[in-house]
């Protein structure tokens, strides 16, 4: 792949991953506001139709990330980039025109489902670089997630300050601009000869429940120590000890998932 095209085209799916991260977290300062109008204005109502909505958008965000995954793998990384970034728009148009709670439920249901194009994207970077440069690509991939979280809450506040609804709309233009802008600049990465079939036990979510569940506890643990007004040198130390238990968690629990789905954790390492 030429040099200039694959720029544009990695340029693409960080745009990508910031808009699937965005996309979750723009919602978070108006989604209590946006529940009380449509529930009636009822605070207790509100507040329990927020916890579902939360759900409503994770569970099927870490349902389908497996899925997705695999089928980039089976049809290219193309079309999944593009359906999700297309996907995230519809759900923030739906947000924005959400008549009822229910409504806004499918719409946070849609955002879990086409949310979950990382593995799609991290992979395309895989394909597309050379290894010694791949190292540069996945930090800049790594920098448009964390600004996407971090941003997008930031955005949705300030865009909510004259119209509650306004954050869904203008992520909405972005997401679709982008979608476009896609279609043009984004060639597939993964030849046909080297797709691989659908093997259901590739699509396992319990691999990274388990590793999120003792990344979580670590962070947990660590975390108390500065609640607790521990000293600076035990907090230290604490905290220290959390990135290798974490890590040493994660192998194992992977290795296990692994082995659950029968498929050896050899076979997951990148070629």
């Keep these: 792949m030429p040099h200039r095209t694959r720029r544009a085209a990695l340029i693409f799916v960080a745009i990508t991953i910031f808009l699937d991260y965005s996309a979750q977290s723009i919602s978070f300062p108006v989604l209590p506001r946006l529940a009380q109008e449509l529930v009636g204005g009822d605070p207790a109502t509100a507040a329990r139709w927020v916890g579902f909505l939360e759900v409503g958008w994770a569970i099927p965000q870490f349902l389908a990330a497996p899925f997705l995954g695999m089928l980039s793998d089976r049809f290219g990384r193309r079309p999944v980039i593009l359906i999700s970034v297309f996907g995230v728009g519809a759900e923030l148009v739906m947000g924005a025109l959400a008549p009822t709670v229910g409504w806004l439920m499918a719409a946070r249901i849609l955002c879990g489902l086409t949310c979950g ?33 971090i941003m997008g809450p930031a955005i949705g506040g300030l865009l909510a300050m004259n119209d509650i609804r306004a954050p869904f709309w203008a992520a909405a233009a972005v997401a679709f601009i982008g979608g476009i802008y896609g279609i043009f600049v984004l060639p597939e990465s993964l030849p046909k000869e080297k797709r691989a079939p659908i093997v259901w036990a590739k699509a396992n979510p319990w691999g990274a429940w388990t590793c999120w569940s003792s990344a979580r506890a670590c962070w947990f643990l660590g975390s108390r120590c500065c609640w607790c007004g521990w000293p600076s040198r035990p907090r230290t130390t604490c905290w220290s000890s959390t990135r290798p238990t974490a890590t040493a968690g994660a192998r194992w629990t992977s290795g296990s998932s692994a082995a659950r789905s029968r498929w050896p954790a050899s076979r997951c390492r990148p070629a």
């Design 117 to 149: 194009a990382q593995a799609a994207a991290m992979a395309y970077v895989a394909d597309v670089t050379p290894p010694e440069e791949r190292t540069k690509a996945y930090g800049w991939m790594t920098a448009a997630l964390w600004s996407g979280i």
